[in-house]
């Protein structure tokens, strides 16, 4: 037996030193955008090796993308302890809009009950900011071109002729991903319907700021965000079929088309255009590569979903990924990404859809637009498309259970014997936490005490959920690295300790220095290599293609039947 043992574990030391002789980094994103950024700092949180490979030059975008932040985006940045940075450079608005027609949200039970107006470009350089304050290299004015997936890696072929070689790829590369494509994963969907032209711009008059329709119905906008900012107008077009971006002039032809004079328009910050196209891809995973972010959905920008969304895949992404490559837990966590985001994104599209229904420009399709604002003036239809559009509806299906399983984990105020703090507050470092509220039976942790924090505290008050309203506060629960609840109840349900091992890897010793000294019953491959300290990440200069060591191959194991 101790000679089968021993051929297993050489034959498992050779499989390590094969991918690690060659590997340059546990994940490789391709796209640094809201997306893949995000993704990057999720992962280095944990102590994941993880580099960008970013096509632009900066984090400058042109042209015209998200204008703002909804409620679950600011509250997953509030679980990172960074919502604050966005929030001090944001507008806070208290309504919201489905299909144009506008509602309140500030009765939504969380702390972020708003729309936060932030353009997209500076989203990104705050993000941008935290990403290198965690150490994350990012290849700059490179794109990738190509990969193979070859033995257990990925080799990344780069536009200047270098490749990378990563245990695991994904592709945040955007509505055109170039990852999705050599991956060979079908985008289906729906193509545009509608174009819309968007611009910011001067007049040299003062326009009729606010919607405005015509007398074929279409539907058209104008406004000035702040004082000093240029005139954002977006104005919906006769035709589908363009390519390109549009001129100025063409502009000036669609202002007279619609108001009867251009304003004296001049100076644009940019012109750009975007149509109902809504595709999805028919799976976020095909092996070692993934998808995230509008590479994975692309839908019309109504409600202001499409970096919220990306932002909040990358928050389920990242811990199973980080699990995953640390050798915590199986390949077969990362088959929960697809399950859970794939449904997500699918009723983002759909709503979308069912907003660009309510503009169409008719008198039959007005009487719906009527109907559904009636509709949203009553209090129960109101909080759940509100809920639904922002995000905080959103109930992963872990199964029977409280209420509470599958859904987001709300940022209580608690007590604790260190003194006040937050749920949000425990989840700053991704990791999970086991909240004990007054369970009084002893649960013995130690098996996944180095993964999971248990934190003793008590709330006063009720427990409110978006949707469902006050819901019975349970005497424990385990929140996932994403805030999401995984378990929920007494510490004498024997589901507990199942989730435990279903989420954060099986009763034993997890990280390969846990088992230095242990009585090896089997050995496997583990990523523990891959693991790099926080402070060594934030010394060192970002590497442009850095070799791993194989130091702690030799004692790299996991418990049977975890993989
Ligand atoms: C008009 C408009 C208004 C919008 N309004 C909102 C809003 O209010 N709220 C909201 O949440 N969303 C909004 N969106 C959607 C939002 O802009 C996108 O959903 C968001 O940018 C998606 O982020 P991402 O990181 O997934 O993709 P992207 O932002 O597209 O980023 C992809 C990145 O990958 C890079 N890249 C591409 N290919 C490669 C390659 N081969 N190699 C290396 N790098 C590559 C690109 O340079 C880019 O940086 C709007 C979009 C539009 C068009």
Known sequence: ???LLQIGFIASLDRI??????????????????????????????GIDVLIVERRADQTIDGSRAGGLLPRTIEVLDQRGIAERFIAEGLVYPAHGFGGIAFDISDLPTRHNYVLGLWQSHFERILADWVAELGVPIMRSREVVGYAEEGAGVDVELSDDTSLRAAYLVGCDGGHSLVRKVAGIDFPGLDPSTSWMIAQVEMDEEPEFG????????????????PGEPIGVVLMERHVDHTGDPSLGELSEALVDVYETDFGVHSPTWISRFTDTSRQAASYR???????????????????????????????????????????????????????RHPVGSRVLHNTMAQVALGSPDERHQALRDTMGELLKMDEPRRHIAAM?????????????HPLLGRRMPDLDLRTTDGPTRVFTLLHDARP???????????????????????????EGVWELPVLGEVAAPAAVLIRPDGHVAWAGEFTDPALPRALASWFGAAAPA?????????????DLRHDLFLQPLEDRRASSPPARRRTAAKGAASSARPPGSA
């Open 511 to 523: 990280r390969c220095s846990d088992w230095e000294n242990a009585d090896l019953p089997g050995v």
């Open 1 to 3: 037996m101790g000679g």
């Open 286 to 340: 095909r092996g070692r590569v993934l998808l995230a972010g509008d590479a994975a959905h692309v839908h019309p920008p109504h409600g202001g979903q499409g970096m919220g969304t990306g932002v909040q895949d990358a928050v389920n992404l990242g811990w199973k990924l980080a699990q995953v490559v640390d050798g915590t837990s199986p390949e077969s966590l990362l088959d929960t990404y697809h399950s859970e």
């Open 389 to 401: 559009l922002v995000a905080l509806d959103i109930h992963y299906d872990l199964g029977e259970g």
């Open 211 to 226: 919607f405005r329709r015509d007398g074929a119905g279409r539907q058209h906008a104008m406004n000035r965000r702040a």
């Open 17 to 46: 030193m094969s991918v690690v002789d060659r590997a340059d980094h546990a994940v490789v994103i391709a796209g640094g955008g809201p997306t893949g950024l995000m993704l990057a700092g999720e992962l280095a949180l944990t």
């Open 433 to 459: 936490v086991l909240l004990n509220l007054g369970a009084t039976d002893g649960f013995d942790i130690s098996p996944w005490a180095s993964r999971v924090r248990v934190v003793d505290a008590s709330h």
